[in-house]
């Protein structure tokens, strides 16, 4: 069974800090990787959809990377902004293929001005 | 761009009382799912649907069912209200495949009194 697991629960930075969120999976048999964004009392956005095959993908300030050997992902944040303070969770699929998706507990980040 | 619409934003419900949770989808994806959000719990996978006239259950599905009669909509009942399904719920959508992007409804925050 898959098992997603993101540490620290909550991260606070100065303004301008560059952010690194971690993800850590059980079942390495994975195609791909999303990294969402949540903000309170709203939905979750998709930032980056990460395949294994790629073992890194980019938009913006965000960069996420893929180690299946390993079982971790990270998502990097460069330049921190107030704006980017919201939960950010990660979700590998239950199984090697497939759209069923198990999720982490999220970083809950803080971005001080 | 409509994408993932769940309706209504916010229900209270009294114990013993039914209720429908709907979600359409207007990207034509093949793949929904339905997603509870309890805090210290994460996101849970309550059913799925891999296309029109076909659903399964996921992680959580007592107390609730879904039917599929159309590729757009997919909605959520639950049958007898309790306390313990007071939630926010998410409906997502995504293509079948394996390397493809979930995309998630605003959610519907339900309290059972």
């Known amino acids: 069974k898959q098992e997603v697991t993101q540490i620290p629960a909550a991260l606070s930075v100065p303004e301008g800090e560059n952010l690194v969120l971690n993800c850590s999976f059980t079942?390495?048999?994975?195609?791909?990787l999303q990294w969402f964004r949540q903000d309170p009392g709203k939905g979750l956005t998709s930032l980056l959809l990460?395949?294994?095959?790629?073992r890194e993908q980019t938009s913006g300030r965000l960069n996420a990377s893929l180690d299946k050997s390993s079982g971790r992902s990270t998502l990097y944040i460069a330049a921190s902004q107030p704006g980017d303070s919201a939960t950010y969770l990660c979700?590998?699929?239950?199984?090697?293929?497939?759209?069923?998706?198990?999720f982490g507990g999220g970083t809950r980040v803080l971005v001080k001005p | 761009n409509a994408g993932v619409t769940q309706t209504p934003k916010f229900q209270v419900l009294k114990t013993g009382q039914s209720m429908t949770l709907q979600c359409a989808q207007d990207?034509?994806?093949?793949?929904m799912s339905w997603y509870r959000q309890d805090p210290g719990m994460g996101l849970r996978l309550i059913h799925y649907?891999?296309?029109?006239?076909?659903?399964d259950q996921g992680e959580v599905p007592n107390g609730y069912n879904v039917s599929r009669s159309t590729t757009e909509d997919f909605p959520l009942r639950l049958l007898s209200a309790a306390p313990s399904q007071t939630s926010v719920y998410f409906c997502?959508?995504?293509?079948?495949?394996?390397?493809?992007?979930?995309?998630f409804g605003q959610g519907t925050r339900l309290t059972v009194v």
């Open positions: 997502a959508s995504s293509t079948q495949g394996d390397n493809t992007e979930a995309f």
């Open positions: 079942d390495s048999a994975i195609y791909n």
């Open positions: 990460i395949q294994s095959s790629q």
């Open positions: 979700a590998a699929p239950s199984s090697a293929a497939g759209n069923k998706l198990t």
């Open positions: 990207m034509n994806h093949e793949y």
């Open positions: 649907s891999v296309g029109a006239g076909i659903t």
